[in-house]
């Protein structure tokens, strides 16, 4: 922990996160401790501040549609397949015109190429 504070002021970076704090030990959130980073971050104007929510308000909205659209999916019927249609069984005897003409006249499209 102490080298990747060290990482992180030698590269200019102002704050560091640990993502995976749940696995750390005493000894790491000690060396989390005494790795100061740096000066405090600077505050917001208030320009930046309504841009930023306007931002957050906008992405709101979004994900509240996102959210919107699938619950109605979830919600849906499932979709009814087609009954399958007509169907020939070849019988022993059977010619390939034979086949192809039966095929035909259940509304198939005969032979193909």
Do not use: N
């Amino acid at each position: 922990m102490r080298e990747f504070a060290r990482q992180v002021r030698a590269r200019g970076s102002r704050g560091a996160s640990v993502w995976s704090y749940e696995h750390m030990s005493e000894e790491m959130w000690q060396a989390v401790a005494s790795a100061a980073v740096g000066e405090e971050e600077e505050e917001m104007s208030s320009a930046e501040f309504d841009q930023l929510s306007a931002s957050v308000s906008k992405l709101s909205g979004r994900v509240g549609q996102l959210e919107a659209a699938v619950a109605a999916i979830r919600s849906a019927p499932p979709p009814v397949a087609a009954p399958p249609g007509p169907t020939y069984t070849v019988q022993p005897g059977d010619t390939l015109s034979g086949i192809a003409v039966a095929s035909a006249s259940m509304g198939g499209s005969g032979c193909t190429r």
